[in-house]
């Protein structure tokens, strides 16, 4: 009986592990593959050089002028190093990204179910937060501050956060998450871009039709 209420109580912190742990020293993925599998099907080992692990894309700047990237936002530019862009990452449960601001550049509210974040803070300003899902105070607690130059800042998995760059001119940070493959939900977009009845938000939010089609209009295709 011990024994099965030990196995009980861990259950839990098994499913919510990370990534699974690799079975080999490497699987380098290979994205054009149409074969389905949780990662990328590996190429053949004897076909890996030493470029299937240098990934040069985080070097440069993004152009924050146009918001290219994952978010598409003006003003902040995302450049990530996923799997998708260098698959020598494939089931070593790791990934970066770059994140490039002018001067009010915002990474709206979003979430990774996949992992958690530490935010390095390269150069400028930054107001970054968080929210709780619970603790023993409240629900939906906000742990927010302004972190600069050479900061460290941690982002739980899955909850939710943002990034403002607060600061008199660009801001630059680089993020490190413990998935190869973290998965990002913006909120606002989630809601209001997928196509979730008119009904449902205006009785979530407390909204008229009229307020909630012109915020559907904003991320609409």
Known sequence: ???????????????????ADPEQDFCVGIVAS?????????????????????FAG????????TGAGI?????????????????????????????????????????????TEILFVVEGSLLVGFVSISNQLTDNQLFATTV???DVFVFPRGLLHFELNVGKGQATAIAALNSQNPGVQAQAAALFGSG????????AFGLNGKAVEHIKAKFAA
């Open 1 to 19: 009986m011990a024994f099965l209420l030990l196995q009980i109580a861990l259950s839990p912190m098994t499913a919510m592990a990370s990534d």
């Open 34 to 54: 149409t074969t389905i599998v949780n990662g990328l099907v590996c190429k053949s080992p004897a076909t890996v050089t030493v470029n299937d692990f240098v």
């Open 58 to 65: 985080l070097a440069t700047a993004g152009n924050t002028a």
């Open 71 to 115: 978010w598409g936002l003006p003003k902040t530019h995302v450049t990530p190093a996923f799997t998708a862009e260098f698959p020598g990452l494939n089931t070593l449960g790791i990934s970066m990204a770059r994140l490039d601001f002018a001067q009010g550049g915002l990474v709206p509210p979003h979430t990774h179910p996949r992992a």
């Open 148 to 150: 600069n130059k050479g």
């Open 196 to 203: 979730i009845s008119d009904v449902v938000l205006e009785k």
